[in-house]
């Protein structure tokens, strides 16, 4: 029994430390007042704070702007935040504030709503009173006074400097955030402070009029100005650029129909605050036009973009041939195709040699940014003008170099992969053997020819050979087979005794005439 209690309590104690561990990892936001009960024109700080994983929150209410909280933590773990709002109320009343939205806890994969309010109470300022007597001598008067202390302004050194928006902040009619909005100003906005008050505001000037913004929000210190001149895109409403739009292309071409008196271009620059003019986009003409966008940075710097627009039936002018030594582009070079692609796994590449011909006579071909090629991406554009330079077409080639991989072999042949070589080069084994092989089969075939030429005639001697090359020939058969140099010899053989019969008889025949001056018939009696 007791050993199942101490177990029991041991349990308890494991769930309590589970849920307050738990209860101590969950998100939790607040917001309060620095006072709940105050007098007008006293300060008051609205302060919505927290500890989540991540919180994207809104602090509303009387007075005050809207003013976003959000964030998270770069480690997905809880985390504490705190954001705070102060404002000056200038009558009496109930202020209410909220903090609404969502939180993340690092436990959690959904959000938590958030909606949690405070509210502050604003009293007038007290009415005071005094009275008082006197007596002098025998006689006495009495007098009272009274009067109501009414707020009083806040007071404003006189400056006069130029200070800038920190954020994007709201310019008011008075020094209260109750007060009428008469505009804004967006970061690294200036306008003339003509006044520091003491009650945190500062005294400007606006639009040539007297306006009010929190001090909080300016600074004296002239932000950094942008030299970002480049276009984030540029595109015209139902016409594709030649070639496809980048930031570092400066140069576009563009052929247009007869009617077309005027282009729909949109260009957006990089920086917000850089500036976008458009020149030579009115009562186009036929033939060719030159359109300038021209882009501002902040500090002054301009940068043009430049649109060669030929209106008419003129084709533009063109290359005929495009290449790069010891690589290849992507995709195959064609007259009409204006972007490539070149990857080059070679860091000590710093140019290529390109090779680019006109199909125009007299045409003005210019290569832009073929040197001092980097690591990583580079553009090369190859200009192709008209003798007279009213047409201009452009190429775009966009060279990638980089790192060669770890351990990959170099390339044998330069622009060629090793793996096509390696496939060339088995091609080529495979025909060499396939070639090799009917070789050997024709010569085989020959041959055999040749020993069935042989077996057929080979008893047989037509020629008139002398009797040193007939035995020649007869101890060669006689080296090939057996059987022929059985039959060989026996061929000689009875040759040898038909000739010595044939002199025998040849001899008696002639005696006979020489003996009886006639012949005489002689023969073999058998």
């Not at 990638?400 to 084994?429: F, K, S």
């Amino acid at each position: 029994m007791r050993k199942k209690y101490l177990l029991f309590m041991l349990g308890l104690i494991i769930f309590i430390l589970t849920l307050l561990t738990v209860t101590s990892n969950a998100a939790s936001t607040t917001i309060k007042a620095s006072s709940t009960n105050i007098t007008v024109g006293t300060k008051v700080t609205i302060t919505a704070s927290g500890n989540a994983a991540a919180w994207d929150l809104v602090l509303s209410g009387d007075g005050i702007s809207n003013t976003p909280i959000v964030g998270f933590t770069s480690d997905a773990e809880n985390g504490s935040f705190s954001e705070s709002v102060s404002f000056t109320p200038s009558k009496a009343g109930t202020y209410a504030f909220k903090l609404t939205g969502n939180v993340t806890d690092e436990t959690e994969t959904e959000a938590t709503s958030v909606n949690k309010s405070t509210t502050v109470t604003v009293k007038a300022k007290s009415t005071s009173s005094s009275s008082g007597s006197s007596s002098s001598g025998n006689s006495g008067s009495s007098s009272g006074n009274s009067g109501t202390q009414t707020t009083s302004a806040p007071s404003f050194s006189s400056v006069n400097e130029t200070v800038y928006a920190t954020g994007s902040v709201n310019v008011r009619s008075s020094y209260s955030t109750s007060s009428s909005i008469v505009g804004s100003l967006d970061a690294g906005d200036s306008v003339t402070r003509t006044g520091r008050g003491s009650n945190g505001w500062s005294r400007v000037t606006y639009n040539g009029q007297t306006a009010y913004i929190s001090s909080e929000f300016l600074t004296t210190e002239k932000p950094e100005e942008s030299d970002n001149n480049n276009l984030e895109s540029l595109s015209i409403s139902g016409y594709e650029l030649t070639p496809k739009f980048s930031a570092d292309v400066k140069e576009y071409s563009l052929t247009i129909t007869e009617d077309v008196e005027k282009l729909d271009i949109t260009a957006e620059p990089e920086d917000e605050n850089a500036e976008v003019k458009i020149e030579g986009n009115e009562n186009l003409l036929i033939g060719e036009n030159t359109i300038k966008i021209i882009v501002t940075a902040e500090d002054g710097t301009e940068r043009t973009y430049t649109l060669n627009v030929t209106k008419g039936e003129t084709p533009p002018v063109g290359l005929s041939e495009l290449s790069i030594a010891g690589y290849k582009l992507t995709p195959e070079f064609s007259s009409d195709v204006y972007e490539y692609t070149l990857d080059i796994s070679d860091t000590s590449v710093t140019s290529v040699d390109i090779t680019a011909k006109s199909d125009t006579e007299d045409a003005i071909i210019e290569i832009v940014g073929n040197n001092d090629l980097k690591l990583g991406e580079n553009v090369i554009t190859v200009l192709v003008k008209s003798e007279n330079e009213e047409q201009t077409s452009t190429y775009q080639i966009t060279v990638n170099i980089a790192e060669p991989v770890a351990d990959a072999p170099a390339q044998i042949i330069p622009g060629l992969d090793n793996t096509d070589l390696y496939i060339y080069i088995g091609c080529g084994v495979v025909v060499l053997i396939v070639l090799i092989i009917i070789i050997v089969v024709a010569v085989k075939h020959k041959r055999n020819k040749e020993d069935e030429y042989v077996d057929y005639y080979g008893g047989l001697d037509f020629s008139d050979d002398s009797e040193k090359d007939k035995k020649s020939k007869s101890k060669k058969k006689k080296e090939d087979s057996p059987i022929e140099e059985d039959i060989q010899t026996n061929q000689e053989e009875n040759t040898k005794v038909e000739e010595t019969i044939g002199a025998g008889m040849n001899d008696n025949y002639m005696q006979n005439f020489d003996d009886e001056d006639k012949p005489r018939r002689r023969g073999k009696h058998f």
